[in-house]
T-cell receptor, first 113, second 116 residues
Framework: GQSLEQPSEVTAVEGAIVQINCTYQTSGFYGLSWYQQHDGGAPTFLSYNALDGLEETGRFSSFLSRSDSYGYLLLQELQMKDSASYFCAVRSSGTRAGTALIFGKGTTLSVSS | DSGVTQTPKHLITATGQRVTLRCSPRSGDLSVYWYQQSLDQGLQFLIQYYNGEERAKGNILERFSAQQFPDLHSELNLSSLELGDSALYFC???????????????FGPGTRLTVL
């Protein structure tokens, strides 16, 4: 089957840097995605890594190591508005898998002043 | 605003009833996905449609069904509702939905279903 593990909670202060780790198990790999979800809101796409290495998008960066089945999301210069849940996700695999996403259980980030 | 619309925003109903949730994908997107989010199960994939045809099934109960119409909007039908079906139901769309790199999925605002 497919599974993703990520910490359930992370806390940090404004201006700090936080790293959210994700390890995954999947039989077919098409890249690792990250989504952000504010309380009660819709998940929104943050980043995607198909190949090893770092992808940077403003204050957010995402890293992937395919050999280690591991990735992380790095959030810099934290702001209060970054308080949200963050999900890593992989594409479903299998003969009739389509292109749906399998999500980790999410990491709740709390940023305090 | 993702461009994906869902109606209704909230739905309160009783056990045993049937409801229909509606989703309109972003303009030009061919794939529609339905996800269920509950506190204990997280975001669970239910079903995907691509250009009108069922593409993949996830953890969808037999009491649930969906379809995608020629104008690409989709409906999720939930019947014989149970208390445990109370959850947020999200629709997402993506441009493609076939093989290749992972498409970005754009999520609608969700429908909050409460079964009493």
């Amino acid at each position: 089957g497919q599974s993703l593990e990520q910490p359930s909670e992370v806390t940090a202060v404004e201006g700090a840097i936080v790293q959210i780790n994700c390890t995954y198990q999947t039989s077919g790999f098409y890249g690792l995605s990250w989504y952000q979800q504010h309380d009660g809101g819709a998940p929104t796409f943050l980043s995607y890594n198909a190949l090893d290495g770092l992808e940077e998008t403003g204050r957010f960066s995402s890293f992937l190591s395919r050999s280690d089945s591991y990735g992380y999301l790095l959030l810099q210069e934290l702001q209060m508005k970054d308080s949200a849940s963050y999900f890593c996700a992989v594409r479903s695999s299998g003969t009739r898998a389509g292109t749906a996403l399998i999500f980790g259980k999410g990491t709740t980030l709390s940023v305090s002043s | 605003d993702s461009g994906v619309t869902q109606t209704p925003k909230h739905l309160i109903t009783a056990t045993g009833q049937r409801v229909t949730l509606r989703c309109s994908p972003r303009s030009g997107d061919l794939s529609v996905y339905w996800y269920q989010q509950s506190l204990d199960q997280g975001l669970q994939f239910l079903i995907q449609y691509y250009n009108g045809e069922e593409r993949a099934k996830g953890n969808i109960l037999e009491r649930f069904s969906a379809q995608q119409f020629p104008d690409l909007h989709s409906e999720l039908n939930l019947s014989s509702l149970e208390l445990g079906d109370s959850a947020l139901y999200f629709c997402a769309s993506s441009a493609r939905g076939t093989s290749g790199p992972t498409d970005t999925q754009y999520f609608g605002p969700g429908t909050r279903l409460t079964v009493l």
